[in-house]
């Protein structure tokens, strides 16, 4: 019976560690349309991709489940079809704060993180510009863990890693991107692709998920 046990508890383990899809691939079901003002639409493709329409100047989505605050990786694929501003803002919650990671943004090329002690992406020191192009695939993944979130495109293009003592230093910016939480997506004067997002739980911590001694 313990050896039985044993395996159960195994089995749960390593299930908790599999990815989880966020979208289905048919429809939005766990997904709500951000109430943005003069948001675009939102539609799943015939091929189960996710097109976020142009808004005025927001659209975007938000989760209607409850995510994870800690100890998790988001995985996620987004292609810029129209348009010259960010095509991922991607909000998601640390303990009891919540922060956006910017992809394109501020003219087409600024990535980096909103905000950190009140600075957002264009003012703190993860900002980094570079020529992001339109319809291209750009692949990004967020790592949460205590005291560190690292973000990373196309896994080297734009890294950023975000050491913490108090999840309170993070922060949204102020304005509607507050209606994108507790987890969500949204574009600025843009028409963009989503697909291929995962949650997945981190069972096991890396050493570079743990603050660096000084």
Known sequence: ???LLL???LSASCALSEPVALFNGKDLTGWNPAPLPGGGAVNVLSNGIVECGIGDPLSGLAYTNTPPTMNYELALEAMRVEGSDFFIALTL???KSFCTVIIGGWGGGLCGLSSFDYADASENQWAEGLRLEN???YALRVRVTPGVLQVF???DLYTARIEYEDASRLSLRSG??????PLGLATYRTRA???NFT???ITALQPSDKPRVE
């Open 1 to 3: 019976m313990k050896i």
């Open 7 to 9: 395996f159960v508890a």
């Open 93 to 95: 919650p640390v303990e």
């Open 135 to 137: 319809n291209r695939w």
């Open 153 to 155: 495109l196309n896994n």
């Open 176 to 181: 509607d991107i507050e209606k994108t939480k």
């Open 193 to 195: 692709l989503w697909r």
């Open 199 to 201: 949650l997945t739980p």
